[in-house]
């Protein structure tokens, strides 16, 4: 009897508890809208959190951002795996909304590295059926592209 | 008034491709005959099931075989009262470690047959495997542990096992 090798599945089926302030993030997204908070310095920290990071004081309003941005930092992906966001090759990015001080994670779907570019500006694509979570937005496009 | 979402489901799955190499290759093909094959370290004598190839104390290789019993102590144990997905045991039941006759490790295992409150440190159990024609290169060999009619171990047997 040959034993070269076994499949092995190890899954997880997490729920987590989010909190108010991303909760409301969430919600926002639910609705079609992106939002962070700003601090009592003026800045507007997208994703949201709950503490200003720099002082550790609460944090303030919620703020609507831009649905546009900037890329400051891409990684290509050319073999998408089965629970990544997009099925075709794309790029993890950090975005930098309009209105926004610091960077969101997500994904850009621009067919080609060659199309990719730090400092390009993307704008969201929104999921027609959304349910409150960071998957509302399907993916960011180039803007030149629209 | 924007709906302020309460939890998010972010669920985790990793597919292994698992390959057992040589030592647990013959342990699992062990399983498959109704046996339990561990290796003896050559600097300490002291049997490892299932074995790794190696000492984990000296890492030299661990080359000589040793078929050990069937039939262990229990040296601790866990109730578990909290459901977990994908298991097909329902709770309450207990999980185990097991030191085998023969062996100088505990085996992680399941006690069945045997009500939850008499489970206890040093009681004497022993295997219940499928039956012969279902058996395979499996931990799934073994079903579970159930209790067996002698003394329980005194701990000295096992205190260097917890």
């Not at chain 1, 649905?67 to 966001?85: E, L, M, N, S």
């Not at chain 2, 004598?45 to 019993?69: C, F, I, L």
């Not at chain 2, 009681?123 to 329980?152: C, G, H, N």
């Amino acid at each position: 009897m040959e034993l070269r090798e076994a499949q092995h599945v190890l899954e997880y089926p997490y729920r987590r508890s989010v909190g108010p302030v991303m909760g409301r993030f969430f919600g926002a997204l639910k609705e079609g809208r992106i939002e962070g908070v700003r601090t009592k310095s003026g800045r507007v920290l997208v994703p949201p959190h709950e503490y200003d990071p720099e002082t550790g004081e609460a944090v303030g309003d919620f703020v609507e951002v831009g649905r546009a941005g900037v890329v400051t930092t891409w990684a290509w992906v050319a073999k998408p795996r089965p629970k990544h966001p997009l099925d075709r090759p794309f790029a993890w990015a950090l975005v930098h909304l309009d209105g926004a001080d610091t960077a969101l994670l997500h994904v850009v779907d621009a067919g080609s590295p060659e199309r990719m570019k730090t400092g390009m500006r993307v704008r969201a694509r929104f999921r027609d059926e959304r349910v409150g979570e960071i998957h509302d937005i399907a993916c960011f496009e180039p803007e030149e592209s629209r | 008034m924007t709906e302020i979402v309460k939890s998010i489901t972010t669920p985790i799955r990793l597919e292994y491709v698992y390959r057992p190499g040589r030592a647990t290759a013959r342990f699992l093909r062990g399983l498959a005959q109704g046996r339990i094959l561990g290796q003896r370290c050559p600097a300490t004598g002291k049997v490892y099931v299932p074995p790794r190839g190696a000492s984990p104390t000296h890492g030299v290789p661990t080359e000589e075989e040793v078929e050990v019993s069937d039939k262990g102590t229990v040296t601790t144990f866990c109730i578990v009262r909290i459901p977990s997905e994908n298991l097909s045991v329902k709770p309450p039941y207990a999980a185990a470690h097991i030191l085998l006759d023969g062996a100088d490790i505990p085996f992680f295992a399941l006690i069945q047959e045997c009500p939850l409150e008499e489970i206890r440190m040093g009681m004497r159990v022993q295997a219940v495997w499928v039956p012969k024609e279902e058996l395979a290169p499996t931990f799934e060999s073994i079903r579970y542990f159930r209790p067996i009619d002698e003394p329980d171990a005194k701990f000295e047997s096992y205190q260097e096992h917890l």
